[in-house]
C-alpha cells in the first residue's frame, strides 16, 4: 500500500487481484446483472464463484479460513464489482464488513474458530441487525430487548433494512440489544450471536426496493429468541460503540464500492459517445458530452484518492475516521452524481432498466444513505476537525 502512495502504480499482488476480479464481473457478473435487477432475484451463481475466488475472505488470516490478504484487497474487489453490478458488490461488502467483521474484530476464539471459517469460504452469510424502525445512528432509540434467563439469552424486539438476512444462504445475524441500564439511565447495549435458523428469528418478506433488486434485504423480528449466554460478542455494554469501529471501515468499503459505480458510469459514457452519431457525428465529438465525461472522470479520481488515503491510514494503524468519513462522502456523491450524468448522455436509453447506467442511477441513491448517511459523514467530519 505504501508502494502505491510513493510511486502511484499499485503493487503487482494488488493489481493481479483488481484484474481478476474485473474479467470475473466483466464476464460473469455483468451478463446476468439485468435479469437479476429485474426478477428482483438473488444471484447464487455469482455468489457461489465469488466464493470460490476466495473474495469473502480476502480480509482474514489463513488460520480462520480466509486469504490472508487486507482490507485494501477488500475495497479493490469491491471496486470493480461495483463498475457492473451494486447488488453483488453490496452483498459482499455486507457478508465480510457486517458478517465476518465483527466476530474478527470482537469474538472469542471459540466463536472465530466456529463461524469465520463458514463466513470467509463465502458458502455462508452472515449479517448484522443494527436498525430499527425508530432508530439506526441514534443508539439510545434501540427497543430491542436481551434479557438473561439463567443460562441464554431471550431476544424480543425487531430491526429494519438488513442486508443478507433472508438468504438460503445466511447462518448468523448478530444482533444489538438492549441488555440493561448504566449509570444515568442510559441504555447498555450489547451484540449478540443469533444462528439462523433458531427458533422465533424470522426473516420477514423482503423489501420492494428503488435499487439493489438483486440484494437480499428483510426486516427482521425476534420473538423470545433463546441463544445460549456465551453467543454475546465482545464485552457485555459494547454492543454499539464496537459497531462504530466495524461502520469505520465500512466507511472505507462503501467508498470503494461508490468509486466503482463512479468509473463505471464514465466507462459506459465514454464507449456509448464513441458509437452513438447526432447531427452528423460522434456525440463524443461534441464539447458539452466531452466535458460532462471529463467531470464524471474528475469525480471518480478523486473519490478514488480519498479510500485510498483512508485505507492506508487504517492498515498503518493509524486514525482514519475522519478519512474514512470524506471518503464516504465524496464517493457517494461522485457516484450519485456520475450516475445522474451518465444517463443525460445515453438519453432516452439511459431510461431504460436494461441499461447498467439506468440501474445505477436507481441503485446509486442509497450509497448516501446506507453505513452512514451524508448528514452524519459531516457530523462526524466537523467533530472530528475540532468543532
Request: charged share 20%; aromatic share 8%; net charge negative.
Amino acid at each position: 500500500m505504501s508502494d502505491f502512495l510513493s510511486t502511484g502504480t499499485l503493487p503487482d499482488h494488488y493489481a493481479e487481484l483488481a484484474k481478476t476480479v474485473r474479467e470475473f464481473a466483466q464476464t460473469v457478473v455483468a451478463p446476468v446483472s439485468a435479469q437479476h435487477d429485474k426478477d428482483h432475484t438473488f444471484p447464487y451463481k455469482v455468489i457461489d464463484g465469488m466464493a470460490d475466488m476466495g473474495l469473502f475472505g480476502l480480509p482474514f488470516p489463513e488460520e480462520y479460513g480466509g486469504m490472508g490478504g487486507d482490507y485494501f484487497a477488500l475495497c479493490l474487489a469491491l471496486e470493480e464489482l461495483g463498475k457492473v453490478d451494486q447488488s453483488v458488490a453490496i452483498t459482499l461488502e455486507a457478508g465480510v464488513g457486517l458478517g465476518a467483521m465483527p466476530v474478527y474484530r470482537f469474538g472469542t476464539e471459540a466463536q472465530k474458530q466456529e463461524w469465520l471459517p463458514q463466513l470467509a469460504s463465502g458458502k455462508a452469510l452472515g449479517a448484522f441487525g443494527l436498525t430499527e424502525a425508530g432508530g439506526g445512528s441514534d443508539a439510545g432509540a434501540t427497543k430491542t430487548t436481551a434479557k438473561l434467563d439463567g443460562d441464554s439469552w431471550v431476544i424480543n424486539g425487531s430491526k429494519q433494512f438488513i442486508t443478507n438476512s433472508g438468504t438460503d444462504i445466511t447462518k448468523l445475524v448478530t444482533v444489538t440489544a438492549v441488555t440493561g441500564e448504566l449509570p444515568g439511565g442510559h441504555k447498555e447495549i450489547s451484540a449478540i450471536l443469533v444462528p439462523v435458523p433458531t427458533p422465533g428469528f424470522t426473516a420477514e418478506p423482503a423489501y420492494d426496493k428503488v435499487g439493489w433488486n438483486a440484494s437480499d434485504t428483510h426486516p427482521l423480528s425476534f420473538d423470545d429468541v433463546r441463544v445460549p449466554a456465551e453467543n454475546l460478542l465482545g464485552d457485555r455494554g459494547r454492543g454499539y460503540a464496537n459497531f462504530l469501529r466495524i461502520l469505520d471501515e465500512g466507511r472505507i468499503a462503501i467508498a470503494a464500492l461508490s468509486v466503482g459505480v463512479a468509473q463505471g458510469c464514465v466507462d459506459e459514457c465514454v464507449k456509448y459517445s464513441k458509437e452513438r452519431e447526432a447531427f452528423g457525428r460522434k456525440i463524443g465529438g461534441y464539447q458539452a458530452i466531452a466535458f460532462k465525461i471529463a467531470r464524471m472522470e474528475a469525480r471518480a479520481h478523486v473519490a478514488r484518492t480519498a479510500y485510498y488515503d483512508a485505507a492506508a491510514l487504517m492498515l498503518a494503524d493509524k486514525p482514519f475516521k475522519k478519512a474514512a468519513c470524506i471518503a464516504k462522502m465524496i464517493a457517494s456523491e461522485a457516484a450519485m452524481d456520475n450516475a445522474r450524468d451518465a444517463t443525460q448522455v445515453f438519453g432516452g436509453y439511459g431510461f431504460m432498466n436494461e441499461y447498467p447506467v439506468a440501474r445505477h442511477y436507481r441503485d446509486s441513491k442509497i450509497l448516501e444513505i446506507g453505513e452512514g448517511t451524508t448528514e452524519v459523514q459531516l457530523m462526524l467530519i466537523a467533530r472530528e476537525a475540532g468543532l
